[in-house]
Structure formats: structure tokens, C-alpha cells
């Protein structure tokens, strides 16, 4: 059923109702940043240690987690090492390109204002590159609460009609079992699938609910049900609103712009030593009992260094990387597809070998033909097919949310942001992102898998799922590129696993070595999120230097508010 067109009435609501949230939240913020600006924005270092850092991957656990040494724990930034094995910082937090190449995103964490505790908190004093004198924190939630979500097209199936979603489209045994999960101890769930849960009930699997779910989140039907059950938990207050997605929260720009950038500026000004291009090929550990890293071991041009450690510094590793292996393709070009074994994967392995605590990587980097999935950025010259998607679903740019081709063999979705979605973006281009969850299938309009698919075929595809074959010539002229990224272990920390395979940020008996990753075990929250790496590198740095000035934020325990669970149960039994 598609949803009816605003109304001018609706649009005056529409303008009333953003102002006053923008008012409201300068007003909240304004009580606040004399405080933190002269706390944090101005802070000169107070240099209270001989030790050195050193912080092996450079993504957004890292540089938190440099953050909160300079911050908190008043370090020189010249004592804190960040060494990356890429040409960029950044992580899995990325976005590059311009109007001539086409832009790229691989991927778009998803932010969120309720459950992102330590995120909001750290990045409240970083400030923003866009709004001097303001943090990144006020830059986001300014411009999400002018641009709030409210998704009108989120399933679509194969005649191109908008599904009504507002029922989850449960049965009875689909509702007991849900329930009966949510009573469930996490012990009794080692290595079991979310298949294997609902396997009494293959109904669950046709439900809006799960179509709605599995793409906003990107699990899959093998995927673990100790993670489906953490982000039932976690994002319960999301269950009732996700036929709209209203608690998505927009950055600005890209993710690598609008988060990356600042905290790496910030981190630059005080002075931190940043290491790309160099690969850390092993880590020792001295003998005994306790975990206690002695040595790095680097390579940079084939030129191999060792690093030795002394008594009082510290080694914090980003343990396995979802990103890793990630292959680019063109316009007329596939990605190649690399299913080795990953460079996080090798050395979390290395380490694992040496000292009981450390995890194991198996579960999570042994199976790529079940991690991955692969996404694609379309970049094109006006916005002729923008304008088509948006008469379509009744969104205007970075109004919507993902739209989910429900009867695609590839399990396609789109999501078109705000524009530009680049700082270095025309006013006369356009650009939008995609994702499928089965590359190993056919198409069903372009009969070739998607993994094999070039950029354009892709698009044809897409064109097809939305009825808009009769524009496609027209279409195709205006696009500049289109990108796909094949992502062999994009989904690797969703894996079925028992409790002990990720181990903990500070492993028992650890002296001066903890991890930082979507791969370590922190209790009650759930990963593939921001929140999960600025928490495990606020534990890390937290334990490890002993600081107990702050407290860390904990999991807001959403699950356990009545009027939560009241609006979750209503949903679970509307018609």
C-alpha cells in the first residue's frame, strides 16, 4: 500500500516541528559548552608518565582510544603511536572520491542518539571541522534534528509496489518464540543460529519484521543468536519504530568526514605520531602467566622494525578488521574477490597461539562465504534519478531511510542521504548507496551472480526492482560511476561462536596489552556499531592506566523500562 503524498499542512507541521527540536537542542547544548570548551577544546597537556602508546590499527577504536589518553589521562601526544597497514586512517569508517572518478562509500555504520553513550560523550569535546567553537556531537544532532528520519518506503516488492509494514506480520509461535529467546541465558546460546532457533517456525523468516531487521542490520538467517538476541535487547525501543526508522541518526557528510576527520585533527594538533602503511606482522609476549606484550614486530617497504616495549608502556590492538580484503570495481569492472585469509585475521591468530585469553579468530575469520556481502555507491551527473526515487517512495534526500528490494535474489537495498553527502560534491551531482546480502546468487534481471556484476549491471538491476526500465537509457547517461565493493568479511562479527572465541578488552593477567575491535567481548552491548569501538577503547585505556577519575557510560538498560517494552509488545501484536 503507498503511502499518501504531505499536504501543505503536513510541510507547516513538518517546518514548526524541526525549528523548536533545533531550538531545544541548542538551547540543551548552549548550557554546556563554555564547560567543555574550556575544559577540552583548549586543554594544554599535562605530561604525568614516561610511558608510550602504541596502538596497532588505525580505526575508529584507536583514535578513541588516543583520544581519551590526551583527554583524560593528560598524555603528550607525542607519546602515543597509531601504526596502520593502509595509506589511510579511518578504519571501516571510510568515504573518497570526487565528480570525475565517482565517489565511494563501502559501507555506513548507523548512529543513534538513545544507545551511542560513549560515543556522544567523547566526541561531545571534539570539535567539529564545520562549526567553529561547537563539537562534533552538537554538529550531528543539529543536523539530524533539522533532517529527522521517517522512512515511507521501507519494503518494496517485485511489481514495485510499497508494502504496508506497520504489522510485523508475526504468528502466535513467532511471538513465543521471540519471547521465549528474550528469557533465554546467553550461556545456553554457544554456536547457535538464528535458523536454528526459528527452525519450528520458517514463517518468522517471511515476516516484515525480518525482512525490516536482517537489511537495517545486516544479519543473516546463519548469523549468531547471541548477537540477533544482544540487539533485540539493546535496540528494543527501535522495535517499535522500525517500519520508519526514525531513531537512525544522520551525520552531515560521510561518516570518515564527519567522524574520522575531527578526532584525527584533534589528535594531529597534540601532536600524535601516526605510522601508515606499516603492517604489524607479530607481537611477543614475555614468559609466565601474565600477558605482557615486549616487542612489535613491523614492515614498511619490505623493510622490517622491531619496537621494543619498556616496563610502563602499553599495547592496545584492533584484533580483526571487517573491512579487511575489501575489492573495488568499476563502472565496467567487478570486484575481484579476495577470500584469503584476512591481515587482522593472521595476526590475532599469531597471538591467540602464544597466550591462553586472547580469543580465537576461527569462528569469525575462517568462513568468508557466510560473512560477506557487497555494496555499491552510484554517482551521477543531476539528479533526474534521485528525483524518480524520491516521487517514488514520498522521501526527499536523507528524509527516507533503506528501502529493501523484499523479492530481490540479492536482497538489495538503497539508501539515499542528504545531499551532498561529500564536502567536495557538485551542486550538480548526486550520489546514492546500495548493499546485497547474497552475491553468490543470480539475478533476476542481470542472470549472472551479483560478485560477478560490474557497476552498471548492478544499477540495471536496481532499475528493474523499481520499474524504472522505461527511463534506463536516460538514466545511464548521467552516471559518472558506479562502484561496487565486495566485502568478504563484512559480516565476520556476526558469526555463531561460543562465549569464550572474543575475548575480553583487558584480558585476565593482561599488564599492559588489551584489544579493541567489534571482536572482543563486552557484555550487554552489541557490535558492528561506533558505540562498540569508542566503549572497548574507553575500557582499555580506563583499566590499563588505571584512571578512575570518569566513570565509563554504561548500557542504558532499555530492556528492563516498562514503557519500552509496553510500546515493543504492541507492535509485536499489531494487525
Known amino acids: 500500500m503507498r503511502r499518501k503524498k504531505c499536504s501543505c499542512f503536513d510541510i507547516a507541521a513538518f517546518i514548526t516541528i524541526t525549528t523548536a527540536t ?144 506497520r504489522s510485523m506480520g508475526f504468528h502466535r509461535k513467532d511471538r513465543l518464540l521471540l519471547g521465549k529467546l528474550m528469557l533465554m541465558p546467553e550461556s545456553k546460546l554457544d554456536d547457535m543460529t538464528i535458523e536454528g532457533w526459528f527452525k519450528e517456525s520458517k514463517h518468522f523468516f517471511t515476516t516484515n519484521f525480518w525482512y525490516m531487521w536482517q537489511t537495517t542490520f545486516a544479519f543473516q538467517k546463519w548469523s549468531s543468536l547471541l548477537e540477533f ?20 541518526t544522520r551525520t552531515r557528510y560521510n561518516q570518515y568526514e564527519s567522524v574520522i576527520l575531527p578526532i584525527k585533527s584533534y589528535l594531529e594538533k597534540r601532536g600524535v605520531d601516526f605510522s601508515i602503511n606499516a603492517v604489524v606482522e607479530d607481537i611477543d609476549f614475555a614468559d609466565g602467566e601474565k600477558i605482557t606484550a615486549t616487542k612489535i614486530h613491523t614492515r614498511r617497504d619490505g623493510i622490517k622494525e622491531e619496537i621494543s616495549l619498556k ?132 539475478g533476476d534481471y542481470v542472470k549472472k551472480p551479483m560478485r560477478e556484476c560490474t557497476g552498471e549491471e548492478i544499477l540495471i538491476e536496481l532499475l528493474h526492482h523499481l520499474h524504472f526500465e522505461t527511463e534506463e537509457k536516460r538514466i545511464l547517461k548521467d552516471v559518472i560511476n558506479v562502484i561496487p565493493c565486495m566485502m568478504p568479511y563484512i559480516d565476520a562479527q556476526f558469526q555463531p561462536r561460543k562465549m569464550k572465541d572474543r575475548p575480553y578488552v583487558v584480558p585476565k593477567n593482561s599488564t599492559n596489552f588489551a584489544m579493541v575491535s567489534q571482536f572482543v567481548e563486552i557484555p550487554e552491548d552489541m557490535v558492528f556499531t561506533e558505540e562498540y569501538s569508542v566503549r572497548a577503547a574507553r575500557i582499555a585505556v580506563y583499566t590499563l592506566m588505571k584512571y578512575k577519575e570518569k566513570k565509563i557510560c554504561p548500557v542504558t538498560p532499555y530492556k528492563k523500562q516498562p514503557k519500552v517494552l509496553w510500546k515493543a509488545l504492541r507492535t509485536a501484536y499489531r494487525k
Open 22 to 165: 533545533a531550538y531545544y537542542t541548542k538551547k540543551c547544548f548552549d548550557k554546556k559548552r563554555k564547560k567543555h570548551m574550556k575544559q577540552f577544546f583548549n586543554q594544554k597537556d599535562k605530561v604525568d608518565t614516561d610511558r608510550d602508546v602504541y596502538f596497532i590499527g588505525g580505526g575508529l577504536g584507536s583514535l578513541a582510544g588516543a583520544a581519551y589518553l590526551i583527554r583524560d589521562c593528560r598524555m603528550s601526544g607525542e607519546r602515543i603511536h597509531i601504526i596502520e597497514a593502509l595509506p589511510v586512517l579511518g578504519g571501516s569508517n571510510d568515504g573518497a572520491g570526487d565528480d570525475h572518478a565517482g565517489f565511494v562509500c563501502r559501507g555506513g555504520r548507523m548512529l543513534n542518539e538513545e544507545t551511542y553513550e560513549n560515543f556522544w560523550e567523547l566526541f561531545q569535546s571534539i570539535p567539529s571541522l564545520e562549526m567553529p567553537g561547537r563539537s562534533v556531537t552538537e554538529e550531528i544532532l543539529n543536523f539530524d534534528h533539522l533532517h529527522p528520519t521517517h522512512a515511507m518506503a521501507r519494503l518494496i516488492n517485485k511489481d514495485g509496489k510499497i508494502l504496508d509494514v
Open 229 to 248: 538476541k544482544r540487539y533485540m535487547e539493546r535496540m528494543i525501543f527501535e522495535f517499535s519504530r522500525i517500519e520508519t526508522l526514525e531513531g537512525v
Open 311 to 442: 616496563t610502563k608502556d602499553l599495547c592496545i590492538l584492533t584484533n580483526g578488521c571487517m573491512t579487511d580484503n575489501a575489492t573495488l570495481g568499476g563502472l565496467h569492472t567487478p570486484p575481484k574477490v579476495d577470500f584469503s585469509a584476512p591481515l587482522s585475521g593472521k595476526l590475532w591468530s599469531r597471538i591467540a597461539n602464544k597466550k591462553p585469553g586472547l580469543g580465537n579468530p576461527e569462528p569469525f575469520f575462517d568462513h568468508p562465504y557466510d560473512t560477506n556481502w557487497e555494496s555499491f555507491t552510484v554517482t551521477l551527473k543531476g539528479n533526474i534519478l534521485l528525483r524518480k526515487i524520491e516521487q517514488f517512495s514520498g522521501n526527499i534526500p536523507g528524509s527516507g531511510a533503506l528501502m529493501t528490494m523484499k523479492d530481490s535474489s540479492w536482497l538489495m537495498s538503497i539508501v539515499v542521504a542528504a545531499q551532498p553527502h561529500f564536502k567536495s560534491q557538485p551542486m550538480d551531482t548526486t550520489i546514492f548507496w546500495g548493499y546485497g546480502l547474497y552475491t553468490d546468487r543470480i
